[in-house]
């Protein structure tokens, strides 16, 4: 998690302290959990477990798969410092880090916030170049960023897959007649993700320091 956490737009405010629920109870739980086999939830249903209700767990969802996250009440109950993944499934926010406007399991266009902005259109090196070979240099980047795209969100899967505080508990199903997220449209990239965009003129200068 430490690479990820370099971006900027950390995870807010410091935890507020509140007492975990013990072990034992966890333990019950859990098998209770995994006895019912895994549950279906659609968006609505699911933003009922965002740690308001002491009777419900907390679950989070990212890559429609829902985790409990009930071990850490302080993190993402209310007050945590990660409350806003509760109830939801916000696996865009988890790749861009924008806790504000990315709370969606959207990821169209997000690929984009690794691709490089055009700022060197002037320098002889652009120049040089034909338009189909930035054609496939742009295909080539693309296929990386999408990569790159991948790769933020199974370090998350990952994460809460390999932890042993947290388990899968069921998938995000849609709700009758809903449509499937984004349905095709480009999300516009968030400012942070924007701003963090590599530029090319930086790129070449990096290539050209390297060689
Ligand atoms: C894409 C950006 C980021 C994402 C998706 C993210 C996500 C998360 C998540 C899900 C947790 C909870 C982990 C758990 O359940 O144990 C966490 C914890 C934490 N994050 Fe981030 N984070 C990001 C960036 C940052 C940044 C930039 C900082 C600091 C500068 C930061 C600082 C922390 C700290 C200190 C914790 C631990 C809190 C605690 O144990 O009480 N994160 N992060």
Known sequence: MSDLRQRSNPGAAAPSPKTSESLGKQIKRNLTCLQRGPILLTPSELSLYNGTSPTLPIYISINHTIYDVSASPYMYGPGGGYSFFAGRDATRAFVTGCFQDDLT????????????????????????????????RREREMREARRKVDEHVKHWVDFY?????????????????EEKGGAGKKRELCEAAKKGRPKRSKLREEKEKSE
């Open 161 to 177: 897959e390999k932890s042993d505080k947290y388990f899968a508990a069921g998938k995000v199903v849609r709700a009758h007649g």
């Open 105 to 136: 399991s959207d990821l169209t266009g997000v690929e984009e916030m690794f691709m490089p902005i055009e700022d060197d259109d002037e320098s002889e090196a652009e120049k040089r170049l034909s338009k189909a070979e930035k054609k496939l």
